[in-house]
């Protein structure tokens, strides 16, 4: 058998490590009672608002798609729409008081399952490991 390259061996534990993390937050979300992608919409409105369309540019869904997950989400009043304050014509999303609950419990639901992934790492490892995901997703 061959020997991989660096390289793959780079994408072999990138795949690994986004199966175990998205299986993880997929189980959290299931627990909580909602979807993975509603899961990120409450990470991102945890402290900010924004418009439909600029959350499903963000997450890089189809606005009709992001309309009705907002649609969902607000049936189980995790979030609000509200009139943005520059632009009558445009709404907001915003998270509720219950969604920022869910969003914080969920969080640390996310920190018990991940963080364990790194522990066997230095914490120096752990800083630079933080530095160097941000900087590739940068």
């Known amino acids: 058998m061959q020997e991989m390259t660096e390289d ?3 994408v072999d534990a990138l795949g690994e490590t986004a199966f175990r993390t ?13 979807s993975l992608t509603q899961l990120r919409v409450l990470a991102i409105l945890r402290d900010r608002r924004l ?19 907002v649609a969902r989400a607000s049936a189980k009043g995790l979030l609000a729409r509200e009139p943005n304050a520059e632009d009558a014509r445009a709404v907001d999303v915003v ?3 219950a969604g920022l609950e869910v969003a914080r419990s969920l969080e640390a639901a996310m920190r018990d399952a991940l963080l364990p992934l790194t522990t066997r790492l230095p914490v120096d490892d752990r800083h630079a490991l933080r530095d160097l ?6």
């Open 8 to 10: 793959e061996l780079l």
């Open 22 to 34: 998205m299986g993880a937050l997929t189980g959290i979300a299931a627990d909580a009672g909602v």
């Open 51 to 69: 418009r439909i369309g600029d959350l499903a540019d963000h997450l890089g869904l189809e606005r009709s798609t992001m309309t009705g997950l």
């Open 95 to 97: 998270i509720t008081v």
């Open 133 to 138: 995901l941000e900087r590739m997703l940068r």
